[in-house]
């Protein structure tokens, strides 16, 4: 079935630098791809998504291409705040029903 | 503003009891979920609507029951508490007939069972 793998954290990083969390699918359609973001204390909410093969997503900063040849859909962020300090989940949908998420990644930035 | 709203923030149980967690959506959805999530396991699902009075199971259903009576509303029903679901319960709405939407959450819900 569908399935997400995303890098385990937790990841730390210092206040402005370059972010990568990894997010590989496996999926037997055309999925739509998501990132949802958590912050302490809160429900998840959208961050970004992309609904076709090289469509790049981006909010706040965050970016993330659809990479059908590598079923990737890697997150990025040039230059990090202590306010990104979140829960990171990867999701796909291939249809109008479920979303299957990734066991998501935590990240700290440190000031 | 879209919402969805969890009834309770933090909710202590005991074992042996009869727990309601109720989700309402004001975005007239068709389709509203319910998740747990556990440190390491991430977003596990348990179940979801599709319609009212229409329910199907998802990836850890034991122990637990749906209800959908209102099209705004989705209950998740532990029929007997055990400590093992001791967790953070998400719910989530999504519109239907339109592909590539995404969920919307509530806040969640901590439920300990001691």
């Known amino acids: 079935g569908d399935s997400v793998t995303q890098m385990e954290g937790p990841v730390t990083l210092s206040e402005e630098a370059f972010l990568t969390i990894n997010c590989t699918y496996t999926?037997?359609?055309?999925?739509?791809l998501f990132w949802y973001v958590q912050y302490p204390g809160e429900g998840l909410q959208l961050l970004l998504k992309?609904?076709?093969?090289?469509d790049k997503g981006s909010n706040k900063g965050f970016e993330a291409t659809y990479r059908k040849e590598t079923t990737s859909f890697h997150l990025e962020k040039g230059s990090v705040q202590v306010s990104d300090s979140a829960v990171y989940f990867c999701?796909?949908?291939?249809?109008?029903?479920?979303?299957?998420f990734g066991k998501g990644t935590r990240l700290h930035i440190l000031p | 503003d879209v919402k969805v709203t969890q009834s309770s923030r933090y909710l202590v149980k005991r074992t042996g009891e009869k727990v309601f967690l109720e989700c309402v959506q004001d975005?007239?959805?068709?389709?509203m979920f319910w998740y747990r999530q556990d440190p390491g396991l991430g977003l596990r699902l348990i179940y979801f609507?599709?319609?009212?009075?229409?329910?199907e199971k998802g990836d850890i259903p034991e122990g637990y029951s749906v209800s959908r009576e209102k099209k705004e509303r989705f209950s998740l029903i532990l029929e007997s508490a055990s400590t093992n679901q001791t967790s953070m319960y998400l719910c989530?709405?999504?519109?239907?007939?339109?592909?590539?939407?995404?969920?919307?959450f509530g806040q969640g819900t901590r439920l300990t069972v001691v």
């Open positions: 992309a609904t076709k093969a090289d």
């Open positions: 975005m007239d959805h068709e389709n």
């Open positions: 609507s599709y319609d009212v009075k229409m329910k």
């Open positions: 999701a796909l949908s291939e249809g109008q029903d479920k979303i299957i």
């Open positions: 989530a709405s999504r519109r239907s007939g339109i592909m590539n939407t995404e969920a919307f």
């Open positions: 999926a037997t359609g055309y999925p739509s």
